[in-house]
T-cell receptor, first 114, second 112 residues
């Protein structure tokens, strides 16, 4: 069964600190993996997208890594800011899947405290 | 700016009273999606349109219907809302198969 598991479920860090969020997936075959940021009460916003051949992708203070062999991805946030408080969702697209066939993780809820 | 717009942002309806949620996009994407997201859960795909072709997920209740009168607009109709239908409803668009989905801000539905 295609699944995406994220950890931790929630995380609290102090402003300025770094953190790493994890995503493990069992989706196969695999097309691409995305990380989305979802602010409370808002729609998800895409941060990064990686195909199976890419190992790392950066977007400002966000750096995503991908190990297609172990089916693991991480999202590293550097020098966290209060505005980073949000849920971070890992989304995997199966290869050859239908238009809407994305597999969503449940997200990691990040709280950045001053 | 090109974007996905959802109206209203908040909708309150009564149990059993039909409600329509609206989504419009200026991205000219050919695929539009409707998701239901309950608190602390992942978005759940209800259906999507590839151009005019409607694709319903197998477990989407018949209570949920959709219309796409043109490329820019898509509507979600809930014929007889139940208390369990209270959720955030997200509209998304993408360009072709596998394209990044761009989400609207969502409509939060409350059923009294």
């Amino acid at each position: 069964k295609n699944q995406v598991e994220q950890s931790p479920q929630s995380l609290i860090i102090l402003e300025g600190k770094n953190c790493t969020l994890q995503c493990n997936y069992t989706v196969s075959p695999f097309s691409n993996l995305r990380w989305y940021k979802q602010d409370t009460g808002r729609g998800p916003v895409s941060l990064t997208i990686m195909t199976f051949s890419e190992n790392t992708k950066s977007n400002g203070r966000y750096t995503a890594t991908l190990d297609a062999d172990t089916k693991q991805s991480s999202l590293h946030i550097t020098a966290s800011q209060l505005s980073d408080s949000a849920s971070y969702i890992c989304v995997v697209s199966p290869y050859g899947g239908s238009q809407g066939n994305l597999i969503f993780g449940k997200g990691t809820k990040l709280s950045v405290k001053p | 700016d090109a974007m996905v717009i959802q109206n209203p942002r908040y909708q309150v309806t009564q149990f059993g009273k039909p409600v329509t949620l609206s989504c419009s996009q200026t991205l000219n994407h050919n695929v539009m999606y409707w998701y239901q997201q309950k608190s602390s859960q992942a978005p759940k795909l209800l259906f999507h349109y590839y151009d005019k072709d409607f694709n319903n997920e197998a477990d989407t209740p018949d209570n949920f219907q959709s219309r796409r009168p043109n490329t820019s607009f898509c509507f979600l109709d809930i014929r007889s809302p139940g208390l369990g239908d209270a959720a955030m409803y997200l509209c998304a668009t993408s360009s072709g198969q596998g394209g990044t989905q761009y989400f609207g801000p969502g409509t939060r539905l409350l059923v009294l």
